[in-house]
């Protein structure tokens, strides 16, 4: 049975992708238990699951769906295993789930430092959720290892409990040359562009990204033989929407600081083919964020084959390995610095984006709904044991013998 009780965007990509793949399996039988939203959102990947919906629209009515619908559902449906991709924390359910912690923020003390009084409550909160399903549930599956080690330190339990699945990703394939030009000239962005795509949070560390952008802008050698070619001024484009109000102000107001209002677009939310052509018309793509569990825009650039300059906070270099140039975020001069070596050398840039397309080969959808069903075999087995194995064959798990109980794992209580 899955049952996500939230619509989270990350999450519901993860669904969209998985829940296909689950639905082809010939020996498993699925139902979907989720609010009606996000069985709206996920009609086209839920055919093939049996349907039930929870009204999930306030606090109280999550919590009762959690304690009182969930469990009644799962018997009636005797499921073996509950997958629960945003966590499920009732204990009737615990000693069949199988869950995925996808935010990481509530265990990220700088991250708690940029948010007011209520938020902070809440994500304290939703860490001692985290904590409770990561000592009690059947088995915590993490999307990268910056988040397994993190949820191990707050949580006690060993990080090797705690298999890694990383997320695949898929993109469309960019739109001809002609139409990509056509978007440039719409956007402003007929010269040279560094692009940025990320959603206007603090985290994604947009206002060191723009001062970056003034220093490299003021090398006079930065574009190098391309002012031959009548390119004459360098441009950022900033793709995303702009959530928090308050930060919003702060990067426009250092724009102006800077006198960079002819310099600066704002694109706004771009859909995924607008984007895919953005990507591969850019000298580079940046990602100046100092916190990521799964940096889903990362990933699809990889595959896109993009020259990528990036964090170095976890969990970006996990992702990207050798096919980015890894930056410190919170230095100005060390963006500038990543971004004038890419933008002056064109083979440094080509082997960047050669480099992309192979560590893409990493991350398939495909992938992930291979372990991820690995995963969910060996939870149904009253006689799996630690470490697990998303690699067997459905069969070998049935050969094991000791008792999978929280006592035998040595998990703390």
Not at 30 to 49: M, Y
Not at 54 to 79: F, K, L, Q, S
Request: glycine share 6%.
């Amino acid at each position: 049975m899955c049952a996500p009780l939230a619509s989270l965007g990350g999450a519901v990509t993860h669904l969209r992708r998985l829940l296909p793949r689950f639905a082809a399996e010939p020996d498993v039988d699925w139902s979907f238990l989720g609010p009606p939203s996000l069985t709206s959102a996920l009609a086209a990947a839920l055919d093939g699951f049996e349907l039930f919906h929870a009204d999930c629209t306030r606090y109280r009515d999550r919590m009762n769906t959690e304690i009182e619908i969930a469990p009644r559902v799962a018997r009636e449906v005797g499921a073996d295993v509950v997958y629960g991709p945003l966590g499920l924390y009732s204990p009737p359910l615990m000693e069949r789930l199988v869950w995925i912690p996808h935010n990481v923020a509530p265990y990220s003390e700088r991250f708690l430092r940029t948010q007011p009084p209520a938020q902070v409550a809440r994500l304290t909160a939703l860490r001692w959720m985290h904590v409770f399903g990561a000592r009690h549930a059947r088995l915590t599956t993490c999307i990268s290892k910056h988040g397994r080690d993190s949820l191990s330190r707050v949580s006690g339990v060993a990080a090797e409990r705690f298999p890694v699945i990383h997320h695949g990703a898929e993109v469309p394939a960019p739109p001809p040359p002609a139409e990509r030009a056509r978007l440039r000239q719409q956007l402003g962005l007929e010269s040279p562009f560094v692009l940025s795509v990320a959603h206007g949070y603090r985290y994604k560390n947009l206002v060191e990204l723009v001062r970056a952008f003034s220093i490299v802008r003021d090398r006079p050698h930065i574009l190098g033989d391309r002012r031959a070619h009548g390119a004459t001024e360098l441009r950022l484009a900033l793709a995303g929407a702009w959530p928090d109000e308050a930060y919003a102000a702060e990067v426009h107001d250092e724009v102006a600081r800077l006198g960079l209002e002819r310099a600066v677009r704002f694109l706004g939310s771009r859909d995924a083919h607008e984007l895919a052509a953005l990507e591969v018309e850019a000298e580079l793509v940046a990602a100046a964020s100092w916190l990521e569990n799964c940096p889903t825009s990362l990933l699809e650039q990889l595959h896109l084959g993009c020259a990528i300059v990036c964090s170095s906070e976890p969990s970006m270099p996990e992702h990207v390995g050798d096919a980015a140039l890894l930056v410190d975020v919170d230095e100005p001069e060390s963006i500038a610095d990543g971004m004038g070596r890419v933008l002056a050398d064109p083979e440094l840039r080509a082997a960047l984006q050669a480099r992309a397309r192979l560590r893409a080969k990493r991350f398939r959808w495909e992938e992930t709904a291979r372990r991820t069903l690995g995963a969910i075999r060996w939870a149904a087995r009253a006689t799996s044991t630690f470490p697990v194995d998303l690699d067997a064959d459905p069969g070998e798990l049935a050969d094991s013998s000791a008792e999978n109980t929280p006592e035998s794992h040595g998990r703390p209580s």
